[in-house]
């Protein structure tokens, strides 16, 4: 008895988890202005989503920018992760920059690096 409770218990805070579903914010940003030619590092950060299924890929034009770094997948309150991708780049003129985003069954979005910002 006591055990089918405590099924029962979890079962329904895993409904309660799983059902809280979140997209994510996305932050694409640069360590340092983006200046043409000047060794740089493309950044983006990607939180407050749930469930923990997401890809993040930093693009230039239609290529994935390798070798990238990231984060460990973390989560602070609510069950709502965050993590951080990251690749040297160096802009250049002409070229488009993006992270796209894929998380759980939603379809990729992409957001555009900004070099003015
Ligand atoms: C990736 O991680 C390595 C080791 O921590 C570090 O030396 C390198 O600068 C990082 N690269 C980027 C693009 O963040």
Redesign the pocket.
């Known amino acids: 008895m006591k055990l089918f409770l405590c099924l029962t218990a979890l079962a329904a805070l895993y409904c309660a988890v799983e059902s809280r579903y979140s997209p994510p914010k996305v932050q694409v940003y640069s360590t340092k202005p983006g200046l043409f030619g000047d060794d740089n590092?493309?950044?983006c950060h990607v939180s407050d989503f749930h469930p923990p299924d997401i890809t993040i890929q930093l693009m230039r034009n239609a290529a994935e920018l390798t070798?990238?770094?990231q984060t460990d997948l973390a989560f602070k309150q609510n069950w709502h992760f965050h993590l951080t991708r990251?690749?040297?780049f160096k802009p250049q003129e002409g070229e488009e920059y993006r992270c796209v985003v894929k998380h759980g069954s939603d379809s990729a979005k992409s957001y555009l690096w900004d070099p003015n910002v």
Request: hydrophobic share 55%; glycine share 0%; net charge positive.
């Open positions: 590092i493309l950044l070798p990238a770094n990251s690749v040297k």
